[in-house]
Each structure stands twice: as C-alpha cells, then as structure tokens.
C-alpha cells in the first residue's frame, strides 16, 4: 500500500513493504522532468494510466524524439496540491 502524506512540510511517499519498515520517497528526490514509470510510481498507478491520462489531455507532456516526458509541477498540479 502506498500513502501520500505532509509531514513537516514536505510531501511523502511511503509504502508498505509486506510486514516490514515502511520506505519513504520525497516527492523533491525526484527530477523535475519525470518519465512515464517514475510518474506511475508517484501517482500510484501502472504506466498504461498515465499513458491515457496523456491521451486524454488531463496531463499535460513534452516528446522528446520518442521518449514522452513530464514535468514534476504537472503531476503536482494533477494532484491539486
């Protein structure tokens, strides 16, 4: 299970790892322009939801030859956070 949370000031990511310690991602260890999977990690979803969210315009993106890249302050902006 993966939690989205504040804690003092910052946006965390934790999960669960079946029983033992949780592990926490900082929303700020990623880069500000994110790939695919590392946008699917954030949002907690697979690759192919985030690939319709682009086909459907609700996340805005950039090509780069054929690699699809996206801008951290998007996905934040998604998030309405």
């Known amino acids: 299970m993966i939690l989205i949370t504040m804690e ?4 965390l990511m934790s999960e ?4 033992k310690a949780k592990k926490k991602y900082q ?8 790939t695919v999977q590392q946008t699917a990690e ?3 979803v ?6 319709k969210m ?3 315009d609700d996340l805005p993106y950039r090509r780069i030859g054929s690699a699809i890249r996206i ?3 998007d996905v934040l902006n998604y998030m309405q956070i």
């Open 8 to 11: 003092e000031g910052m946006l």
């Open 16 to 19: 669960s790892l079946a029983g």
């Open 27 to 34: 929303f700020k260890d990623y880069p500000d322009v994110l």
């Open 42 to 44: 954030l949002l907690s």
């Open 46 to 51: 697979c690759k192919n939801t985030i690939y």
């Open 54 to 56: 682009i086909r459907g």
């Open 71 to 73: 801008r951290k302050k």
